[in-house]
């Protein structure tokens, strides 16, 4: 389990709990530590309704709390920067994603990568992908190494790719 808090991106839950049906590996990395915002709840639903009606798994965990609900605080310098640069280049859901991240030194869980190299290189976030969330459960011992590649090459050998 993650000990520190985590901020997930739209794409993560997607790569977890539509392109593949493994929402409780990301549970057991998370544990009680994972957040996202209401805009990434919209963009989740919105992608249940169009693409992976799965994702009402998902949803469930909000509605119940297990996964809780935060938005970015507008009245946080790093979080207004955050919003009012990159709102403009990316989704609402990565951009308020980063805010909440950057603005509380939580983590930023995303498979998204251009958003991810920008963030990285202008930001002062922390990041991590759907890969080291295999990678840590394998170091765990929760998953073999081949269960892992399997669950990754589902993900990218995926053809139905979000639309914004």
């Given at each position: 389990?993650?000990?520190?808090?985590?901020?997930?991106?739209?794409?993560?839950?997607?790569?977890?709990?539509?392109?593949?049906?493994?929402?409780?590996?990301?549970m057991?990395?998370?544990?009680?530590?994972?957040?996202?915002?209401?805009?990434?709840?919209?963009?989740?639903e919105?992608?249940?309704?169009?693409?992976?009606?799965?994702?009402s798994?998902?949803?469930?965990?909000?509605?119940?709390?297990?996964?809780?609900?935060?938005?970015p605080?507008?009245?946080?310098?790093?979080?207004?920067?955050?919003?009012?640069?990159w709102?403009?280049?990316?989704?609402?859901?990565?951009?308020?994603?980063?805010?909440?991240?950057?603005s509380?030194?939580?983590?930023?869980?995303?498979?998204?990568?251009?958003p991810?190299?920008?963030?990285?290189?202008?930001?002062i976030?922390?990041?991590?992908?759907?890969?080291?969330?295999?990678a840590?459960?394998?170091?765990?011992?929760?998953?073999?190494?081949?269960?892992?590649?399997?669950?990754?090459?589902?993900?990218?050998?995926?053809?139905?790719?979000?639309?914004?």
């Amino acid at each position: 389990m993650c000990d520190e808090l985590v901020v997930i991106d739209t794409c993560v839950v997607i790569d977890f709990c539509g392109r593949t049906d493994n929402l409780d590996l990301l549970m057991a990395y998370l544990g009680d530590n994972g957040v996202v915002t209401t805009a990434v709840v919209g963009e989740v639903e919105y992608r249940r309704r169009r693409t992976f009606p799965i994702l009402s798994t998902f949803l469930d965990l909000v509605d119940s709390q297990q996964v809780a609900t935060i938005d970015p605080d507008l009245g946080d310098e790093t979080a207004c920067r955050i919003v009012s640069t990159w709102s403009k280049v990316f989704g609402a859901g990565e951009v308020s994603s980063a805010a909440v991240a950057a603005s509380r030194r939580w983590i930023l869980l995303s498979a998204d990568r251009e958003p991810m190299q920008q963030f990285s290189l202008r930001e002062i976030i922390m990041l991590k992908s759907t890969k080291d969330v295999l990678a840590s459960l394998v170091r765990r011992r929760r998953i073999s190494k081949q269960q892992a590649d399997r669950i990754l090459a589902a993900i990218r050998g995926s053809t139905t790719r979000p639309r914004r």
